[in-house]
Antibody, heavy 125, light 108 residues
Framework: EVQLVESGGGLVQPGRSLRLSCAAS????????MHWVRQAPGKGLEWVSG????????GYADSVKGRFTISRDNAKNSLYLQMNSLRAEDTALYYC??????????????????WGQGTLVTVSS | SYVLTQPPSVSVAPGKTARITCGGN??????VHWYQQKPGQAPVLVVY???DRPSGIPERFSGSNSGNTATLTISRVEAGDEADYYC???????????FGGGTKLTVL
């Protein structure tokens, strides 16, 4: 059974930093890209960042580029999100999500087939 | 960046068919995926690659995609289908994943 368990959320002041973690189990972690998706209170889903299986390809939403850093440790089956210079608009539930893999052509399938339950980040003074 | 447009809300009576649209420029050339999110829960993938269903998703959920509109169709709607639904694509030009704004399905 695939399990994704996020941790590291909490209340933080604007301008400060926070590091989120996601512990994965139930699948071969280093075969798949992984992502962070967030959801502000009462709002829709927003893709934040993604990282390929070997960390060779990394992407960020424009709203977090330059402030957030995604990383992974395949030996520990773990995904991370380092969030710096946090703003009030970063307040959200942050989900860890497993990538759906690749087509035979090598193109990404592009969807998220498993999600964690999320960890809440609140940025407020 | 690529934009996906969904109606904020759709209402349907039990036993009827609900159709939720997702608009995007030439979206028919992309693979569209759909998620169901119930209050207080994480999203669940209900349709991928336009019209395929993950294991465990009822056949009542189906999808189509052509031109500038993708559609999620839920047949024989049940009270338990009441949720928010999101469409999503991979934008190859930016290598970003993009979500629609979400549609709240209300079962009357």
């Amino acid at each position: 059974e695939v399990q994704l368990v996020e941790s590291g959320g909490g209340l933080v002041q604007p301008g400060r930093s926070l590091r989120l973690s996601c512990a994965a189990s139930g699948f071969t972690f280093d075969d798949y890209a992984m992502h962070w998706v967030r959801q502000a209170p009462g709002k829709g889903l927003e893709w934040v960042s993604g990282i390929s299986w070997n960390s060779g390809s990394i992407g960020y939403a424009d709203s977090v580029k330059g402030r957030f850093t995604i990383s992974r440790d395949n030996a520990k089956n773990s995904l991370y999100l380092q969030m710096n210079s946090l703003r009030a608009e970063d307040t959200a539930l942050y989900y860890c999500a497993k990538d759906g893999g690749y087509y035979g052509s090598g193109s990404p399938r592009g969807y998220f087939d498993y999600w964690g339950q999320g960890t809440l980040v609140t940025v407020s003074s | 960046s690529y934009v996906l447009t969904q109606p904020p809300s759709v209402s349907v009576a039990p036993g009827k068919t609900a159709r939720i649209t997702c608009g995007g420029n030439n979206i028919g050339s992309k693979s569209v995926h759909w998620y169901q999110q119930k209050p207080g829960q994480a999203p669940v993938l209900v349709v991928y690659d336009d019209s395929d269903r993950p294991s465990g998703i009822p056949e009542r959920f189906s999808g189509s995609n052509s031109g500038n509109t993708a559609t999620l169709t839920i047949s024989r709607v049940e009270a338990g289908d009441e949720a928010d639904y999101y469409c999503q694509v991979w934008d190859s030009s930016s290598d970003h994943r993009v979500f629609g704004g979400g549609t709240k399905l209300t079962v009357l």
